[in-house]
């Protein structure tokens, strides 16, 4: 009886203790969505750039309207046979993407942010079927959509949240 309350105390009071470091939950801060929503996205002319456009435009809830930031995203994709079968065809495909973005502030154009990464995904590559084969291949373009989205949206959080939390000069 007493380990669970000593158990339910730490719990509730764990919450207490991280205020005292300086420990500030990212969306915590007030305006983050609203800095997220001003923000307008250009990507890549491609299949993969039009669902990581989609994405990120959801993910960030934009407003309609003149947007105070502007997101350009350019992709480079690469596909690579990554598996053989029994015969030597190919099982699996490997989407490589190499990633560069730039946050610039719309009326200034000053460059605020700036990234490079790779992204790979994988998809089952059917070469008995010409149909399967185009919807694995879309699915892995979507999927890699998701993944790069959400790397560039948790990095532009971090990037709001510290220039936020920066004391003002």
């Known amino acids: 009886m007493i380990r669970k309350a ?4 730490a719990l ?3 919450p207490l203790s991280l205020t005292g470091c300086g420990f500030t939950p990212v969306y915590a801060q007030k305006g983050l969505p609203g ?4 923000i307008d996205v250009i990507t890549t002319d491609s299949r993969t750039g039009y669902f990581l456009r989609q994405n990120l435009v ?3 809830n934009t407003l309609e309207g003149q947007k105070r930031y502007r997101l350009s995203v350019k992709l480079d994709e690469k596909r690579y046979d990554v598996g053989a079968g029994i015969n030597d065809i190919a099982v699996r495909t490997e989407i490589s993407t190499r990633v560069e973005y730039t ?3 719309t009326a200034t154009r000053k460059v605020l942010t700036q ?3 790779v992204d790979a995904t994988t998809y089952n590559a059917n070469a008995q079927s010409p149909y399967a084969g185009v919807a694995a291949q879309k699915d892995g ?3 890699a959509a998701t993944a790069i989205g959400e790397r560039i949206r948790s990095e ?3 990037f709001f949240h510290d220039k936020k939390a920066a004391p003002a000069s």
């Open 12 to 14: 509730l009071g764990a």
């Open 156 to 158: 532009l959080v971090l």
């Open 58 to 60: 959801s993910g960030f």
């Open 115 to 117: 990234g490079t990464f």
């Open 35 to 38: 800095e997220l929503a001003n």
């Open 103 to 105: 946050l610039t502030e």
């Open 6 to 9: 000593l158990l339910a105390f």
């Open 141 to 143: 373009q979507q999927r």
